[in-house]
């Protein structure tokens, strides 16, 4: 695997891979690899020429209370990690080498990126749609694969994709979750051993919603109700909001279909770990 840090010879390898008629898949990442990326990994592996993988500690997606400084960095880890997984270009950049002095310029996907996650976290989306941008035109990908646990993100990114006219596969599977449910996240090693004995609840209480979804309840008001009775139970977390949208607009809809995202997310009361999780009802958008 070659460990690329410069902008320029990333971009000048990408050109020599295409002049020479390979196709490239790409795996966008902040690093604290778990099985999820891995899995995104082997995905992009088994469809492409080459794997890229990034490791990128975004500053521009991390609101000025948030946990940039603290965010789980183990560089070395993650590089065997890729390695084994298949990765042949691992893309670390330093936050110098993404936003030198002067840097002005940030992209806003409207509408989708204030409400949920964006109104919890104000110009987290600017942050990532600025940084996936970049890091798209610093790889250039056929294809990008991204996972549905950060489910908005995805949406915003499609959007971009589409808005703008990028000639980049966009890619979305489904979450990875431990074996009791928990979706898996780099966040999930700041939870206290308490808390992660609760965190299986978010999943249990999504599962809940959904098999009523499909005993027939249509009512939004009725599912949030449902997630609100499981998260009663829960000790070491509260909810932050429960959220019943269209997965296209992320409207709120007060009746569901097969096309509806139930979104949560919660905050530990320990260690201040936000989770987010998330369910699709029927087909999924993706
Ligand atoms: O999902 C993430 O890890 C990040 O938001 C991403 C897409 C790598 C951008 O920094």
Redesign the pocket.
């Known amino acids: 695997m070659r460990i690329i840090r410069s902008i320029e010879e990333m971009q000048n390898y990408s050109t020599d891979l295409h002049r020479a008629g390979k196709t490239t898949g790409f795996v966008?990442?902040?690093g604290a690899l778990h099985d999820g990326h891995l899995s995104l990994l082997k995905h992009i592996r088994s469809k492409v020429n080459s794997a890229i993988m990034?490791i990128?500690?975004?500053p521009t997606?991390f609101g000025p209370k948030e946990d940039l400084a603290r965010y789980p960095r183990p560089f070395e880890k993650d590089c065997a990690l890729a390695e084994r997984n298949g990765c042949d270009i691992l893309f670390s950049p330093s936050s110098d080498e993404m936003y030198p002095e002067g840097f002005s310029s940030y992209l806003t996907v409207e509408n989708l990126s204030t409400t949920l996650e964006g109104e919890i976290r104000p110009g987290h989306f600017k942050?990532?749609a600025t940084?996936?941008l970049k890091?798209f035109n610093i790889v250039s990908p056929d294809i990008a694969v991204?996972?549905q646990k950060?489910v908005q993100?995805a949406i915003i990114?499609k959007r971009m994709v589409k808005d703008l006219n990028l000639r980049i596969n966009l890619l979305v599977l489904p979450t990875f979750r431990e074996s009791d449910g928990l979706a898996m996240s780099?966040r999930n090693s700041y939870l206290t051993p308490e808390e992660r004995k609760d965190a299986p609840l978010i999943y249990q209480a999504l599962r809940k919603a959904h098999d009523n979804y499909n005993r027939g309840e249509l009512l939004s008001q009725k599912l949030s109700e449902q997630i609100q009775s499981v998260f009663k139970s829960a000790h070491f977390f509260r909810p932050e909001y429960i959220e019943v949208v269209n997965s296209y607009t992320l409207a709120p809809v007060e009746l569901v279909s097969n096309k509806t995202l139930l979104a949560v997310a919660c905050r530990t009361t320990q260690s201040n770990t936000r989770l987010i999780d998330n369910v699709i009802l029927g087909f999924g958008v993706f």
């Open positions: 966008p990442t902040m990034s990128f500690v975004n997606q942050g990532v940084v996936v890091l991204f996972g950060d993100q990114l780099s």
